[in-house]
Structures are given as C-alpha cells and as structure tokens.
C-alpha cells in the first residue's frame, strides 16, 4: 500500500515523517557523510584533555532503523562539540568518534524517549569503545546504527589526555566535488636539453599553464605524458617531476640505454598532491622540471613531433589541514 500522502500535498495533507526523510536521500543522493570538507572534523583540545572536539558542520546519515529503506537524516552542528574520552588502563585502546541519530520513533528503534519531544535531541556526538584498531567505520561494529563515523581514536596504555596524533579522519563527504580538465601543447620547434651538469631545468618550456584552482579543492590529481618524447646522441639518465605553484611532484625516472640512435618514448608523470587552503581560488602554474645526469651523455628533445598532455583533476575531500 502506498505512503497515501506524496510530498507535496495540498489541503491540509498530513505528511509522513518517512517521507521527508525520503525528500533528504532523494537530495543527498542516497549517500552519507559530511557535506563540507572541513565539517565535523575531530580535533585534540589546544591544551590536550581526556576529551576531543568535533567542529561545527552539517552531515547526511542514512536512516538503517528496519522499513527504512531510501530515508536519510539531515544533521546540523551550529557550534563546537566535546566529547569525554576515557582513559586507558594497561592495554591500549581504539574508539570510534561518531554522529548518531536516535528517534526512539522509528520502527524498530530502542531509544529512550527524549525529555521534551519537541527539541529533543535526536542526534549526538558518541564514543564508541574498545573497537579493533583495523575498524574503520562504525558499520563493521554497530551495523543498525543510524551513524556516520568521524575518526578513530588509538589510545596508548596508561593514557588520559588525547593528542592530534592519536586521532584517525574517518570522514566521507556526502557529495564531493570533482573538476577534471585536459591541457595540451605542441612544441613549435626542437628544444633540448643536453647532459652533464646535474641540476633540475625548468624544461620542456612548451608544458607551461596557468591554471585556476577551485576554491574547494583539497587534493589535485595531475597526470602529464610527453608523447614522441625525443632521445639522440647517446644513452640517456635522468629525472622529471611536476611543479604546480611551490610543490614538487615525485620524479620520474628516464633510464634508457639505447645508444647513439635517435628514438622516441612515452614519459608520463603522476602526482597526487594536497592543496592548501592558502591557494584555493588563485591561479598557479604548472611547468616541469628536468635533471640531467652527468653519468650518461644523451640528450633529450621535443619538437614538432611530440605532444604535451596534462590531466589535471581538482578532487573535494575530508580536509585535515589545521584552521
């Protein structure tokens, strides 16, 4: 039998609880977790307590109470929450930090009543205690739980203060934001780059971009290939890495003992870099940087025959940087 009263009825229809929480999966996409990427964030108090701080934010939690199937909550934390944390005796110890919804009111559930039905609360900051150190979220030990999990805390024995280095992120956002966007270049002519003064080289030029950094982003993922990449005279040893703005991608190395014949390769470089919140939303520049060694005599070229791509990717997740 339907729910009889859809949303949005008009009239005077009485609309079921069950179908607002299907209005918030609908809007969340059936998923769960937090909605911005620095929300709910689990933090060590400045002077380190038996107690932790969960910052302000907002956050979906799918409803797992029996009939619930497609409900979700919507959950809002105005202001900082703390949280107790007890200490440890001989063994130490790992907890979950979560956020938990509980409706004495839904099907199933074994909530106490709250005081006053009217305000509640429904949704609180718990600690989940003494779960094995692999558990990564509250699922794996609290299945009917309507929960997101926030962090993991690993608590040395004999321990009643909780450090930032104790404290796990275990946030998932709800719906992250993605920005993907192609670069290419076409050297005009030959450049190359000769051996022997092991140093790094702001080379090939020609892979140079100026590119806008979402004021979102926390992680960019960059792939850059040099397709017909050009090695003549002799065998070559070298490295590549990416430069975007002030960071530095992992080098790459060329090692190619070909000899003295002209001959072309596929060199592709991948970083997967954090980016701080004091470069969201400028623009920095993307350029490559070359080192040639001085135990190989080879040069390296691009020219009109090679082709320059980079895939750079803007990814929104949890951050952990300090604020």
């Known amino acids: 039998m339907w729910d009889s009263v859809p949303w949005f009825t008009e009239g005077g229809a009485e609309h079921s609880s069950e179908v607002a929480r299907l209005l918030a999966f609908a809007a969340f996409g059936g998923a769960q977790g937090v909605v911005g990427s620095g929300d709910l964030a689990v933090r060590a108090l400045s002077s380190p307590a ?12 799918l409803n797992r109470a029996a009939g619930s199937t497609y409900q979700a909550y919507a959950g809002r934390l105005p202001s900082s929450d703390t949280v107790n944390v007890a200490a440890t005796g001989a063994s130490a110890r790992s907890d ?11 099907a199933g559930e074994t909530w106490p009543n709250p005081s006053d039905p009217t305000v509640g609360p429904y949704v609180f900051t718990r600690i989940v205690s003494n779960v094995p150190k692999t558990t990564t979220n509250i699922r794996q030990v609290r299945p009917g739980d309507s929960a997101i999990t926030l962090a993991r805390l690993d608590i040395p024995a004999n321990t009643s203060t909780i450090t930032q280095a104790m404290i796990r992120d275990l946030r998932d956002m709800v719906s992250p934001r993605r920005e993907r ?24 030029g020609a892979a140079n971009w100026d590119i806008d950094v979402p004021s979102w982003a926390t992680r960019a993922k960059i792939v850059m290939t ?12 070298a490295r590549m890495q990416t430069k975007f703005g002030s960071m ?8 190619d003992d070909s000899g003295s014949n002209t001959r072309r390769s596929t060199i592709v470089l991948a970083d997967n870099l954090d980016i701080s919140s004091s470069i969201r939303g400028t623009t920095q520049k993307l350029t490559v940087q070359t080192y040639m060694y001085r135990s190989e005599t080879g040069d390296v070229s691009v020219d009109s025959g090679t082709s320059i791509v980079a895939d750079v990717e803007f990814v929104e997740s949890p951050d952990e940087e300090e604020v």
């Open 226 to 237: 040099f397709a017909g990449f050009r090695m003549t005279r002799s065998d070559v040893f």
């Open 181 to 204: 966007v192609l670069y290419t270049a076409f050297p005009g002519s030959l450049t190359t780059l000769a051996y022997s003064d092991n140093k790094w080289h702001n080379w090939p």
């Open 248 to 255: 530095l991608g992992q080098d790459t190395y060329i090692d």
């Open 96 to 106: 979950l930090v979560i956020a938990r919804v509980e409706n004495p009111y839904s």
């Open 50 to 61: 038996a107690q932790v701080q969960v910052r302000s934010g907002a956050c979906a939690i």
